[in-house]
């Protein structure tokens, strides 16, 4: 079985920052991508940002200069570094990764529980 486990959320001003966490544990031989979604209240989920194991990125245009995504492979850690945050930011935040377990016969798309991120003042 694989988990993520995702920190990090609250409630900040706007303009402020917040920096999100998460770990995934379990059956993991490797993981190739990992990301971050979110789903605002009202709307559908969107991609955030994508970081592959080998480093390339994408973000969605609404947080290109703001945001910052990283991971640290050894940890099985994917970062969200989250800055000058709006208010159009609030929603729950998801982490995403898909694993390649022991066996190597195909990738697990896993999805963490989400956390809240609120920017309001």
């Known amino acids: 079985q694989v988990q993520l486990v995702e920190s990090g959320g609250g409630l900040v001003q706007p303009g402020g920052s917040l920096r999100l966490s998460c770990t995934a544990s379990?059956?993991?031989?490797?993981?190739?991508?990992m990301g971050w979604y979110r789903q605002g209240l009202g709307k559908q989920r969107e991609l955030v940002a994508t970081?592959?194991?080998?480093?390339?990125?994408n973000y969605a245009d609404s947080v290109k200069g703001r945001f910052t995504i990283s991971r640290d492979n050894a940890k099985n850690t994917v970062y969200l570094q989250m800055n000058s945050l709006k208010a159009e930011d609030t929603a729950v935040y998801y982490c995403n990764a898909d694993v390649l377990l022991p066996e190597r016969t195909f990738l697990l798309s896993t999805w963490g529980q989400g956390t809240q991120v609120t920017v309001s003042s």
């Open positions: 970081i592959t194991r080998g480093g390339i990125i």
């Open positions: 379990g059956s993991i031989f490797s993981i190739y991508t």
